[in-house]
């Protein structure tokens, strides 16, 4: 029997000094520069609120630690999206001015590696910005950093809450350089293809509530010139008549 | 002892990583897709939204239908006559697969009216949908699929949205209870591969 107890008490050693080396695994690394950020080409930058109650509105499954917002939202309690998150915001330009409108839907990631340090989620963005037009941005996030410096610091503080200043570039693919594809939609960006990344900036955190005080912000670039316009089917646009 | 407290520790290290690597970490729970061949080649699947129950958000600047009911939506003349709203989509037998949102907008400077989807699928991936405005015989509207993201990310084809209200829409008071579906279909084409050199 002390041998079966001892085999045991092993084993949980064992296994807590595994997480212990996979949380702090230097051999993985999180990046906290963009790689849009030594660029000479022509940038759109958009900041948001991190915040969920500072958004127009968001919704989960109504169990998660960030609650929906307003209340009486729908929430996503049916088994295919309960994993899913739908966030509505105001987007600002670089001068803190109201640039648009953008629609975030993110969804855990089945690709989802801790072994390789990586906590993915599957984001698409709708963004759109009057006078300008619409882009569609798809990606895949690494939240391992934040995860690690942000989320498993404030379990460890007596007050389950964290301060400081955090900031990581989120997004982990579909580029090669980690950037997300964006895809042009309407207005100045109809046929054009552009590179985006996603990055957080987090000033606190509450395991009771999330994130407390955080900013995200896309960057956009042109990455090639528009297409011609004979290059895709006619969508058929109405002019409206005055 | 020792050495079986040791071989322990071995055994809790292998254990642990055995499980991190046999076990999902994520496994998203995902419908059977219903996917038909279409006459003319392709595949097509269709999707609906059942009105009001599915739709989450309802927000423009009229402030008209506003949904849920103390949506503050931003009262900022930037954002113009944009309407933003957000569903749950289900696929042919009623079971919810994924979310969408349908933007409509009016482009100031050049008076040209878009609607928009993006359709978020969390086991498949993600369309991104342009669709015509103008209203086609039998109240459709034909849209093109711009782009997709992961299962459907190679993927062309087209979009149609249509309208159906519910026969049995009851009026309450002044205001008639708007019931029915929108019904979206979707036409899939892969891109020509080389099968054989």
Redesign the interface.
């Known amino acids: 029997m002390?041998?079966l107890l001892?085999?045991?008490?092993?084993?949980?050693?064992?296994?807590?000094?595994?997480?212990i080396g996979?949380i702090y695994n230097p051999f993985i690394g999180v990046s906290s520069v963009s790689p849009l950020s030594f660029s000479n080409e022509e940038q759109i930058v958009l900041s948001y609120s991190g915040v969920a109650d500072e958004g127009?509105?968001f919704?989960n499954d109504g169990e998660s630690r960030v609650q929906p917002h307003?209340?009486?939202?729908?929430q996503?309690w049916?088994?295919?999206?309960?994993?899913?998150s739908?966030l509505?915001t105001?987007l600002r330009d670089a001068r803190n001015q109201?640039?648009?409108?953008g629609?975030k839907?993110s969804?855990?990631?089945?690709d989802?590696?801790?072994?390789q340090g990586e906590a993915l989620i599957?984001s698409?963005w709708?963004v759109?910005l009057?006078?300008r037009?619409?882009v569609?941005v798809?990606q895949s996030e690494n939240r391992w950093g934040f995860l690690r410096d942000v989320v498993l610091a404030a379990y460890r503080s007596s007050a389950k809450t964290w301060k400081g200043v955090w900031t990581g570039a989120l997004t982990a693919g579909?580029g090669a350089l980690g950037t997300g594809?964006v895809?042009g939609?309407?207005?100045e960006f109809a046929n054009r293809e552009l590179l985006g990344v996603e990055s957080l900036s987090v000033k606190a955190w509450s395991a009771a509530a999330g994130e407390l005080a955080a900013q995200g912000t896309l960057t956009f670039e042109f990455s090639e010139s528009p297409q011609p316009a004979g290059s895709?089917?006619d969508?058929?646009?109405?002019?409206?008549s005055? | 002892m020792i050495k079986t407290f040791l071989f322990g520790i071995l055994l809790g290290l292998g254990l642990a990583f055995g499980a991190l690597y046999a076990l999902p970490v994520v496994d998203q729970v995902r419908e059977s897709s219903i996917v038909s061949v279409a006459a003319n080649g392709g595949n097509s699947e269709s999707f609906h939204i059942n009105i009001p129950m599915d739709r989450i958000m309802v927000g423009d600047s009229a402030d008209s239908m506003a949904l849920p009911p103390n949506l503050e939506w931003p009262d900022l003349e930037v954002l113009g006559d944009v309407q933003v709203e957000l569903f749950k989509v289900r696929n042919a037998r009623d079971a919810v697969i994924g979310v969408a949102a349908r933007a409509a907008t009016t482009h100031s400077e050049t008076n040209i009216n878009s609607i928009e989807w993006l359709l978020h699928f969390p086991a498949r991936g993600s369309l991104f949908v342009d669709v015509n405005p103008t209203l086609l015989e039998g109240g459709y509207r034909l849209g093109e699929l711009r782009t997709g993201s992961r299962e459907l990310q190679s993927l062309v084809g087209n979009l149609t949205e249509r309208w159906v209200a519910d026969e049995n829409a009851s009026e309450v008071g002044e205001e008639k209870t708007r019931l029915g579906r929108i019904e979206l279909s979707a036409t899939y084409v892969a891109p020509l591969e080389e099968v054989f050199e």
């Open positions: 002390k041998y001892a085999l045991l008490l092993g084993a949980i050693v064992g296994a807590l000094l595994f997480t996979l127009i509105l919704t307003p209340e009486k939202v729908l996503l049916e088994p295919p999206i309960r994993k899913t739908i509505a105001i109201v640039a648009g409108l629609i839907m969804s855990l990631s089945e989802t590696n801790l072994l599957n698409v709708y759109y009057p006078n037009g619409s569609f798809q579909p594809h895809t939609g309407t207005g895709s089917p969508s058929g646009r109405v002019e409206s005055d």
